[in-house]
């Protein structure tokens, strides 16, 4: 038995910074992932892009409060820039216009743009595509790989524990603790972290507490060539704003494409389905002159979602000591310095403004009155 004041099951990117934080502030923390490396789900295979403009109201604070560290992370956490300017533009076919028009005026920071202006940008965008458009000059790329490893130095800088092939199997609590059974050993302490993604709801269970409801989704990505004679490195990301595809310059004369598909699924290793991969190619392809002459790389990834769509980060109301850090969708990256810290807060005893919204016990308050 590993004694510990915290125990965090999941070390994608909510486990570890939140794991991290925790050390930080003091506390015994070991961090329980169920696959040989941490990172192997969601967190590795996102496309990492800060986005203001994106998502309900609670993600827009986590977001807005987390880019001070994204820019000016803790002294030693990385050894380059976590950050690279990326804006990004919403393109609006003439059917989505109205929709366009009503992110302006809702959105933060996002303003119109020419098309013409758009064309001197990405040249490759046609001609009769676009009838309006507006830019976020603000958003950047995430450097993932950096910030996940980031987070886990930290944890063990400040004495946390990793353990991998560590699959929580039993979670069980005894006089006032939880003691949880995994092929790497038995772990116990007073509080657990249910960080665990797109198995949130599996862990709960196990530890006897009410699920949430919780919808893991399939994104796909795909890899291809940019146009002959076209360097898309400083190129903005791009796609409409339906969010029924975008493109994103990477590396190397690259583009990651995706047709933002949104597939329920249940929770395991998932991989890219050929008719989504032909969908990212057709819409890229309505919008861009784009040749596409062989995939060089596909994948796909979970977003995992509440039933409203926001995070869960809090005490649940059926379990003593037991803390939801779920349902980041496809803001995980983008909100995990602020998500960590708030879930840090609450474990310390304090309640943040920010903390209402979130509170995974709306889903019981709801579930009572129905
Ligand atoms: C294509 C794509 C694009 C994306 N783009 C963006 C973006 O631009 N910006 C953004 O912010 N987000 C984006 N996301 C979303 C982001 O990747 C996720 O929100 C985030 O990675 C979720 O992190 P997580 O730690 O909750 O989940 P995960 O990374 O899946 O981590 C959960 C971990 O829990 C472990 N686990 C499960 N059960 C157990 C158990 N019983 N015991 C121990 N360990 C267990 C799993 O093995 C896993 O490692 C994107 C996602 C995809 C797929």
């Known amino acids: 038995m590993h004694p510990a004041d915290i125990l965090v099951i999941g070390a994608g990117i909510a486990g570890a910074a939140t794991a ?29 892009l800060w986005i203001l403009n994106y998502g309900p109201a609670d993600v827009r604070a986590l977001t807005g409060a987390s ?22 533009l919403f393109l609006a076919p003439a059917a989505q216009r109205g929709h366009l028009e009503r992110m302006i ?6 303003r119109p743009i020419g098309v013409a202006e758009v064309r001197a940008m990405v040249p490759i965008l046609r001609a009769d595509y676009a009838a309006a458009a507006a830019i976020e000059e603000d958003a950047f790329d ?31 609590r005894r006089d006032g603790v939880w003691q949880v059974a995994t092929p790497a050993g038995a772990f116990a302490a007073p509080i657990v972290v249910n960080a665990a993604g797109a198995w949130g709801d599996e862990v709960a269970r196990m530890a006897g507490v009410a699920p949430l409801g919780l919808t893991p989704m399939r994104r796909t990505a795909l890899l291809v060539d940019a146009p002959a004679g076209h360097d898309p ?20 004369r690259k583009l990651m494409l995706s047709p ?19 969908l990212a190619i057709d819409r890229a392809q309505a919008a861009l002159d784009l040749p596409v002459t062989r995939i060089e790389h596909r994948w796909a990834g979970l977003r995992t979602f509440t039933p409203d769509r926001s995070l869960a980060i809090g005490w649940a109301g059926d379990a003593e000591g ?16 602020a998500a960590a810290r708030l879930a840090r807060d609450l474990v310390l005893g304090r309640e943040p403004e920010v903390a209402r919204m979130v509170d995974p016990r709306r889903f019981a308050v709801s579930s009572q009155r129905n």
């Open 67 to 88: 880019r001070a560290f994204f820019e000016d992370p803790p002294p030693g956490f990385a050894e380059h820039p976590l950050t690279r300017r990326r804006p990004v």
């Open 233 to 252: 490195a400083e190129w903005p990301l791009l796609g409409d704003a339906d969010h029924t595809w975008y493109a994103r310059p990477e590396a190397r």
């Open 260 to 278: 933002a598909d949104e597939t329920p699924m249940p929770p395991c290793d998932v991989q890219p389905d050929e008719l989504d991969l032909a």
């Open 142 to 172: 995430i450097d993932v790989h950096a910030l996940h490893h980031g987070y886990l130095r930290m944890l063990r800088a400040h004495g946390g524990r990793l353990a991998t092939e560590a699959r929580a199997q039993a979670i069980e």
């Open 322 to 337: 037991f803390l939801w850090m779920v349902g980041q969708g496809g803001y995980g990256i983008q909100t995990a310095p």
């Open 20 to 48: 991290a934080e925790l050390a930080a502030a003091g506390r015994r923390v070991v961090l329980l992932e169920a696959e040989s490396q941490p990172g192997f789900h969601s967190t590795g295979r996102s496309a990492a």
């Open 105 to 110: 005026a809702e959105g933060e920071g996002l």
